[in-house]
Structures are given as structure tokens and as C-alpha cells.
């Protein structure tokens, strides 16, 4: 059986990398009985950020109250990437990036397919490099060395139609009452929110193409939410 998974994530969501790295050792479990088909879609946690970024410091301390809370829940939360395999360096970070650019160039990858290796890509630059995903020469270097072309995706960030497209499917997740980051849809009718663990999808998996619902529960990112490092 073949199940599509959507995946509504944003690249600065970092319970988003944890989520990835559960629903891939599901999938890995099913091989032979289900084909996974997996599709990113956007999903901007802060959409009011200057698509310059802002200092990553005094972005974390205001949200948070100060910025020993800030490196204690980074802490937290690189321990919990260590158990997936994930390297977070929290330390190397200097900005939190405006995302939409990097949802443009992910949209982009999706039709070439190196969708996959393009998501990868940026969290690991994010995460663990610390690079400034929302730099225009950073964000082109990154998606080409994961497979894209250097001049369509330069085309894709001027590109109105790009910008356009990404509005109307953030709108939609919006619209569907998404709230939170990571948020996976199969075969368009059972929703999980949330990095859930690897079980969760398994059962999922297994259940029959005409049931549908919410599974609740699970880390995830949210608009104004005082999760760890979202």
C-alpha cells in the first residue's frame, strides 16, 4: 500500500528534525508491506521576522526572560537530538532566520526531486553548522550542494509565482486549523501533531485508508509558543 505523508514543518523547528528522523525509522520499519511517499510543505513559525533575521540572543531572551533559561532548554533539547542521532550545536547559532526563502527553495526541490535531501540539508545547516539559512548566498550554497540547480533556484527566490505559491499553502495549513510544527498528514485524512515517536506512525500506518481523525500529542513548535527552542 502506497500512503502519502504530508509533512507541515517549518526549518527552524527543531522537534521538526526529531520528527523527520521518527517517521523515517518507521517507514524503514514498514518497507515491504507500505511505500511512503513524503511531501514537506511550509509553515512559518515566525512570519513577522525581518527577512534579514534577527540576533539570535536577544531573540531568545525575550522570549524566554533571559538568556540562562534560553541555554538550559537548549540543553534539554540536545539531548534529546543525541538519542535520535541529531548533533545540535544551539552554541553556533548567531540569528534566527526568516524561513520563507528557505520554504521557496524546498517547494522547489519537490519538483526535482531532492526534496528530501534539500530539508536535510537545511536543518543540519541550521542546527549543527549554525549557518544563517535566511542569507540569500548561504541558502543557494546549501540547496545546491544538496542537489539543486544554482540558477533555478536563484529564478525561484525572484520569482512572484514562488512567493505566491508558498502564501496560498501556508494559508491552507492555516486554514485546516494547523497551529504547530511538526504536523504530518496520511493520505489526506489522519493528522498527528507533533515529533511523535516512531510507534505512533506504525500504527497510523496501519490503519485502513477510510478512517480518519487526530492523533494528539507529541513535542512540536508553535505560534507563540514557549517550547523549547521554537
Partial sequence: MTISVDVISD????WCWV????LEKAIAAVAGRHEAVVRWLPYQLNPDVPREGIE????RTAKFGSWERSLDLDA????????EGIAFHF???????????????????????VQDAVVEALFRAYFTDGSDIGDRKVLLDVAVGAGLDREQA?????????ATAIRVEEAEARRLGVEGVPFFVLNGKLALS????PEAFLAAFDFTVD????????ESCRVGSTNPNC
Fill in 11 to 14: 526549518v527552524i523547528c527543531p
Fill in 19 to 22: 520528527g523527520k528522523r521518527r
Fill in 56 to 59: 539570535r540572543r536577544a531573540y
Fill in 76 to 83: 534539554k533539547l540536545a539531548a534529546v537530538g543525541a538519542g
Fill in 91 to 113: 552554541e553556533r547559532m548567531e540569528r534566527t532566520p526568516n524561513t520563507f526563502d528557505a520554504h521557496r527553495l524546498i517547494r522547489l526541490a519537490g519538483e526535482r526531486g
Fill in 154 to 162: 536563484g529564478a525561484e527566490l525572484d520569482s512572484d509565482d514562488s
Fill in 194 to 197: 507533533g515529533a511523535r515517536e
Fill in 211 to 218: 478512517q480518519k481523525g487526530e492523533i494528539e500529542g507529541g
